[in-house]
């Protein structure tokens, strides 16, 4: 009888063991990069909105720094995706969006020629891949292509605050424009009347980005980020922008929900985004003009927490002093000489 009983239980383990999952096909010609991080349900959202299969040969490829148990959640939820081949990879290093990417790259087979990064919080609307990828393979000279980002809470500022944003190296005239002081125009928000089928800008967000896999060979995602990787996709587009061109399609769209999950308060968002704009000055260029640029900006910023009604204005100051202070020290590894 306990023979019978330890024969049950090993047939159990043999036969209910999970078969890992298949290697990504070798024959696809592109690929969509989700890289995630304890965010199953928003994940799951957003695999549900690619509702039918695009009309190009297209690989689901998700890199998974989870912990454990939303781990296991993630891996489930992308082995139910029937609509794409698709595969979970798990990042057992250091949590780095940059890195995650960059992993991702290296795994993905060698017949994909464009890589589609997505965030694992947006909602794809119908032809979001199929437009970009038109919109590559018919510019030679087009080393990356964006869609339009709809985010629904954000408001566009009034004209005397975007005057004055433009006074202080906040903003500026062109769309998709960067500054010398680090900060960037936006190209990719929704307008009004479109008239135009196509936008020239100087960066994409990584919300909605594509790229030739030829140029993303040369140009990888700064692993000196860590974690949340703030500008990681401004320092990248903005080096590939100075070797190819960079576009927008406004036909191409997705919503992003932008998750409370893992998001930074305001004191810590401030004060990592005032390191990580130095940080970007400095990498990409580096003179005196640019640096009093950054500062002028800074004094812009402190002035707008000033003036603002927003609840989280005391925090948020905190943190641009607190990034002030890291500046000057240069106490911080992306400032370290």
Known sequence: MGKSIHLVRSLHQVYSYRIPPAMPPSDASEAVVIC?????????????????????????????????????????????FDVLPSVHWSYTGT?????????????????????????????????????????????????????????????????????????????????????????ATDAQNPRLNETSSLRETEWLSGCSSSYRRSLLDQHRFDEALTGYSMLEDLDLSYRIHRQARLVVKPEARLTHRRSPSNRFGAERYNHALTVHRRWFVEKHFGNVTSRLAYWWSLVGRLLAIT?????????????????????????HPLLSD
């Open 307 to 331: 003036v603002s009604s927003a609840p989280p204005r005391p925090a948020a100051r905190r943190g641009l002093l607190h990034g002030l202070q890291t500046v000057l020290t240069r106490n």
């Open 95 to 183: 949590p780095s969006l940059a890195r995650q990417r960059n992993a991702a790259l290296d795994r993905l087979p060698p017949s994909v020629e464009i890589v589609h990064f997505i965030d694992d919080d947006v909602t794809v609307h119908a032809g979001y891949f199929e437009t970009l990828s038109a919109a590559l393979r018919s510019a030679s000279d087009a080393g990356g292509a964006g869609g339009v980002i709809v985010e629904p809470s954000k408001a566009a500022p009034t004209p005397s605050a975007e005057r004055l944003r433009r006074l202080f190296f906040l903003s500026h005239p062109e769309a998709g424009h960067v500054l010398s002081s680090g900060c």
């Open 36 to 80: 995630t991080r304890n965010r199953p349900a928003e994940l799951e959202e957003t695999l549900d909105s690619i509702a039918a299969p695009p009309s190009i040969n297209l690989l689901l490829a998700v890199m998974d720094a989870s912990d454990a148990a939303p781990q296991a959640r993630i891996q489930s939820v992308v082995e139910d």
